[in-house]
């Protein structure tokens, strides 16, 4: 039922789309200092993965891409849990979450 929605798109559509979520992504990680924003943009870039993973997956007829997402949203889920808690002891540190003063950690 749901890979006959996802066909009536284009595959260009998805690809378009998650390669535009994926360059925004890479432009937030490169471009900015604040950790929360470098942290938003790299799950941003899994998502656009996910996205054409699944969008792949629908229009081959196989469920493989599609059982590998949920694989890669159980590896974000354990990477938010432990970025949270590095950019929490790193406010409680410094009182910033700037990353251009993460040098001041090291010993």
């Given at each position: 039922?749901?890979?006959?929605?996802?066909?009536?798109i284009p595959l260009n559509y998805y690809l378009f789309l998650s390669s535009t979520l994926f360059v925004i992504g890479v432009i937030g990680v490169l471009t900015r200092r604040n950790a929360l924003i470098i942290?938003?943009?790299?799950?941003?870039?899994?998502?656009?993965?996910?996205?054409?993973?699944?969008?792949?997956?629908?229009?081959?007829?196989?469920?493989?891409?599609?059982?590998?997402?949920?694989?890669?949203?159980?590896?974000?889920?354990?990477?938010?849990?432990?970025?949270?808690?590095?950019?929490?002891?790193?406010?409680?540190?410094?009182?910033?979450?700037?990353?251009?003063?993460?040098?001041?950690?090291?010993?």
């Amino acid at each position: 039922m749901i890979p006959e929605i996802i066909k009536t798109i284009p595959l260009n559509y998805y690809l378009f789309l998650s390669s535009t979520l994926f360059v925004i992504g890479v432009i937030g990680v490169l471009t900015r200092r604040n950790a929360l924003i470098i942290f938003m943009s790299v799950e941003l870039m899994l998502n656009a993965v996910n996205l054409l993973l699944t969008a792949f997956s629908a229009y081959r007829s196989d469920p493989a891409g599609q059982i590998f997402v949920f694989f890669i949203m159980a590896v974000a889920a354990a990477e938010v849990a432990v970025g949270l808690a590095i950019i929490v002891m790193m406010y409680r540190y410094m009182r910033t979450i700037d990353v251009g003063l993460m040098n001041k950690l090291k010993w």
